[in-house]
């Protein structure tokens, strides 16, 4: 049974850090695609980051310099590091996991990040 537990979030002021972790089991987590999603109210889910199986990473414009991904294969977790964060990152953040072999595509069941002061 694939499994994507995150957990990190929580509520933080305008320029406040956070930083989210996923935890995973039930897959080859080191060649998995690794990415960090969110859904904000009234919107549709979409990209924050991604981490290839090799430590290549891509950013959504609107978090670009602000945002890290990282991923610690031993461990099976992918991090999200959010650093000067703004109200307009409050959404649910989901992970995902994506088999480049297989195409399939898991989901975690998200974590609330709210920034507001």
């Known amino acids: 049974q694939v499994q994507l537990v995150e957990s990190g979030g929580g509520l933080v002021q305008p320029g406040g850090s956070l930083r989210l972790s996923c935890v995973a089991s039930?897959?080859?987590?080191?060649?998995?695609?690794m990415g960090w999603y969110r859904q904000a109210p009234g919107k549709e889910r979409e990209l924050v980051a991604v981490i290839t199986s090799d430590g290549r990473t891509n950013y959504d414009d609107s978090v670009k310099g602000r945002f890290s991904i990282s991923r610690d294969n031993a461990k099976n977790t992918v991090y999200l590091q959010m650093n000067s964060l703004k109200p307009e990152d409050t959404a649910v953040y989901y992970c995902?996991?994506?088999?480049?072999?297989?195409?399939?595509?898991?989901w975690g069941q998200g974590t609330q990040v709210t920034v507001s002061s």
């Open positions: 039930g897959i080859i987590f080191s060649i998995n695609v």
């Open positions: 995902n996991a994506r088999n480049p072999n297989t195409r399939r595509v898991y």
